[in-house]
């Protein structure tokens, strides 16, 4: 299948679903999250899904290939942050909500990878 929109990409609407998801959680959270911590879950949380835009509307198969690795590590990021905020005593009240996200977050990363794959063994430039 051949998509013209980026919004079309089911890895697009999975990372962006994921992107709101961590935003109910940092607006439910917010009183026992640090402000920097919050700051940084939105930001690497919203820069999966807008990583895969950019990469999309790039004119090469290297450039897309590029961005969806960034996309795939702010993924890896924000996994990593719901591990830290799953240990906190502060949050133990978020754990399903935590666990929810996390599985988003492989979700959105195995997906960027599948799409890596197929265009690095592509003939496509």
């Known amino acids: 299948m051949t998509y013209q ?10 990372a962006i679903a994921h992107a709101e998801g ?10 026992r999250i640090t402000w920097s911590k919050r700051d940084q879950l ?9 990583n895969i835009a950019e990469g999309f509307e790039r004119g090469t198969t290297n450039e897309l ?6 996309a795939r590590g702010s993924a890896g990021e924000v996994r990593s942050m719901l ?4 240990r906190r005593p502060a949050l133990k ?3 399903s909500e935590i666990s929810d996200l996390k599985l988003l ?21």
């Open 83 to 86: 591990c830290f905020f799953a």
């Open 42 to 50: 939105d930001r690497a949380s919203l820069s999966v899904s807008n």
């Open 5 to 14: 929109r980026f919004e079309d990409l089911p890895v697009w609407n999975a």
């Open 93 to 95: 009240d978020f754990k």
């Open 22 to 31: 961590c935003e109910d959680f940092i607006i439910a959270a917010k009183d």
């Open 65 to 70: 290939l590029n961005f969806l690795y960034i």
């Open 105 to 125: 977050a492989e979700s959105c990363s195995r997906q960027i990878r599948a799409w890596a794959d197929s265009l690095q063994n592509s003939g496509i430039k």
